[in-house]
């Protein structure tokens, strides 16, 4: 009667700040970094810097959380209205 106690949680969780087992590998454990983002758009190519995520030790997959994936389409977009073809740029947080 007593099987819905599952202390250990096994959904996949990009909180900032908390580490966790790599969901794409299941063998590395994600840690507070920054990353670098590239985003391609038409015929632009963005690339951002210092961007805060979680990153795995041993597959390298970045995970960012939802505010920063948020905020970069509107980096994108303030770059493509610019006209550039090809931007490096540093994350800036809200
Ligand atoms: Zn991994």
Known sequence: MNHALH???EEPSAEIGK???CVICKLGE????VATVTLE???MTLVIKN?????CGNCG????DEQT??????TAKEAATAGVLISVRSFVAA
């Open 41 to 43: 758009r038409d015929s």
């Open 7 to 9: 202390p250990k949680r």
């Open 19 to 21: 580490s966790m087992i």
């Open 69 to 74: 994936s948020a905020r970069l389409p509107a």
């Open 30 to 33: 994600t840690q507070p970094d």
């Open 51 to 55: 961007v805060p995520a979680l990153i």
């Open 61 to 64: 997959e970045q995970y960012l």
